[in-house]
Nanobody, 113 residues
C-alpha cells in the first residue's frame, strides 16, 4: 500500500520561506501519473485545498496563496514540492499531501515572530 510522507515543516518568522516535500513509499508509485494536492488545516478550521498539480503539470492555487506559493513536481526524484514564500501567520497550519484517497500524516507549519 502506498504511503505519502510530508516533510519540511517548521517554525518560521513572518516573511520567511519553507519548502514542503511529499514523497511516496512503494517503488511503483509515480506522482507523474496523478493529480497531487496540498491541503492545510489550521486549528479550529476546516481543511482547505491550497494547491494542486495535475499529471500534465497544470497547477491551481487557493487565492490567498497565489503569487506566494508554488507547487511543483520532480519526476526524477518522484517528489512533489510546495515552495512557500512570504509566509504570514494565517499560513500556520498542518499541511497534508493528497493523491486520490491517499493522505499523508501532515507536517506542521508555524509562522510566528
Amino acid at each position: 500500500q502506498v504511503q505519502l510522507v510530508e516533510s519540511g515543516g517548521g517554525l518560521v518568522q513572518p516573511g520567511g520561506s519553507l519548502r514542503l516535500s511529499c514523497t511516496a513509499s512503494g517503488s511503483l508509485f509515480r506522482f507523474s501519473l496523478y493529480t497531487t494536492r496540498w491541503y492545510r488545516q489550521a486549528p479550529g478550521k476546516q481543511r482547505e485545498l491550497v494547491a494542486s498539480i495535475t499529471s500534465g503539470v497544470s497547477t491551481n492555487y487557493l487565492d490567498s496563496v497565489k503569487g506566494r506559493f508554488t507547487i511543483s513536481r520532480s519526476n526524477t526524484q518522484n517528489t512533489v514540492y510546495l515552495q512557500m514564500n512570504s509566509l504570514n501567520v494565517e499560513d500556520t497550519a498542518v499541511y497534508y499531501c493528497n493523491v486520490g484517497i491517499i493522505w499523508g500524516q501532515g507536517t506542521q507549519v508555524i509562522v510566528s515572530s
